[in-house]
């Protein structure tokens, strides 16, 4: 199979890539590493990105930057980053790479726990936000395509990072070491903001 996994690089995408690998053609993209650079909040380098690939049997989406941060002192540009980097860019990558599969392919988008955390409420919603519109578009796909959301736990190696918001959860190893190079079509990363 053909498969775009679109945040290649990360902590969860890196690990993906690894469980592929050697069973699967994998064609990496991301902001500034991989086969190809994409920045999932533009429709233009989204499209860009499909025009690059071809048809594809199945797209993996692990991107997206959220807010943490106690509610009392969030702004609605705080929100934003979630509903732009995470929401809005899972869901872009979903919408143009329904034209860009072949029959029977799949959609994978990646949300996160799912329970209501303290500081997490832009995680929260941006992660219901990607599980409802999975459930929903996966009604309306044609030609045998699938469309799913997994909801990995916090990985260890990410403990650094979210582990203060997480605790009392057990995290997983991601076992994929990330090799990404910088994309060699890349002058400079996008000027895109990720959290
Ligand atoms: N890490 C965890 O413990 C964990 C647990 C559960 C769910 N998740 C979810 O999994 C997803 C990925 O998290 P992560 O921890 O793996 O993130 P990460 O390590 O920060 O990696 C993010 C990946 O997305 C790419 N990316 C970032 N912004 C982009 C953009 N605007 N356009 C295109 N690609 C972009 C990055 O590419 P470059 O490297 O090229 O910039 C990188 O490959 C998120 O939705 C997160 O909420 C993570």
């Known amino acids: 199979m053909k498969v775009l996994l679109v945040g290649a690089s990360g902590a969860v995408g890196s690990a993906v890539a690894q469980a592929l690998a050697g069973r699967h053609e994998v064609i990496s993209a991301g902001r500034s590493h991989g086969d190809h650079c994409v920045d999932v909040t533009s429709d233009a380098s989204v499209e860009a990105l499909f025009a690059a690939t071809g048809k594809v ?66 995680a929260s919603a941006v992660n219901a936000g990607v599980e409802g519109f999975v459930r929903a578009a996966a009604m309306e796909l044609t030609r045998g395509l699938r469309i799913n959301a997994v909801s990995p736990t916090v990985m260890t190696e990410s403990l650094p990072v979210y582990g203060p918001y997480f605790p009392g959860f057990e995290s997983v190893p991601s076992k994929g070491a ?5 994309c060699s079509a890349c002058k400079s990363p996008p000027p895109v903001a990720h959290v």
């Open 57 to 122: 049997d199945a797209i993996v989406c692990a991107t997206g930057g959220m807010f943490f941060g106690p509610l009392a002192a969030m702004r609605p540009t705080d929100f934003d980053i979630g509903l732009q980097g995470k929401l809005l860019g899972q869901v872009r990558v979903a919408l143009f790479g329904q034209h860009a599969l072949n029959d029977g392919g799949s959609i994978t988008l990646t949300t996160g726990i799912d329970e209501p955390i303290l500081n997490a409420v832009n």
């Open 178 to 182: 990330s090799t990404a190079a910088p």
